[in-house]
């Protein structure tokens, strides 16, 4: 089992950045693919970017393509996503998600309490 516990959420002007952090409980990290979703008020839940285990591979919303990196630290047991040129429509609470899986967008086991951007207009 693995812990997820997020960071680096607040609020930010339309084309800021921000850089969200995981990090992740136990020792197997390097096992798990790695995802961030991330939930606007009023809409379903929907995925954003995911890593292999290896940092290899990475995986994105067309949504999110060209402005937000996913990348990942094994050593640390820590998963990124940086954000760059924020939209207002990127406001939502952000999870990130451990999957048994290889990569996967949608077949998550575990996912952490999730941190708030804003974006303001």
């Known amino acids: 089992q693995v812990q997820l516990v997020e960071s680096g959420g607040g609020l930010v002007q339309h084309g800021g950045s921000l850089r969200l952090s995981c990090a992740a409980s136990g020792r197997t990290f390097s096992s798990y693919t790695m995802g961030w979703f991330r939930r606007a008020p009023g809409k379903e839940r929907e995925f954003v970017a995911a890593?292999?285990?290896?940092?290899?591979?990475?995986y994105y919303a067309d949504s999110v393509k060209g402005r937000f990196t996913i990348s990942r630290d094994n050593a640390k047991n820590t998963v990124y996503l940086q954000m760059n040129s924020l939209k207002p429509a990127d406001t939502a609470v952000y999870h990130c998600?451990?999957?048994?899986?290889?990569?996967?967008?949608?077949?998550?086991?575990?996912w952490g309490q999730g941190t708030q951007v804003t974006v303001s207009s």
């Open positions: 998600a451990a999957s048994i899986l290889p990569v996967t967008t949608s077949a998550y086991n575990y």
């Open positions: 890593i292999s285990r290896s940092g290899s591979s990475t």
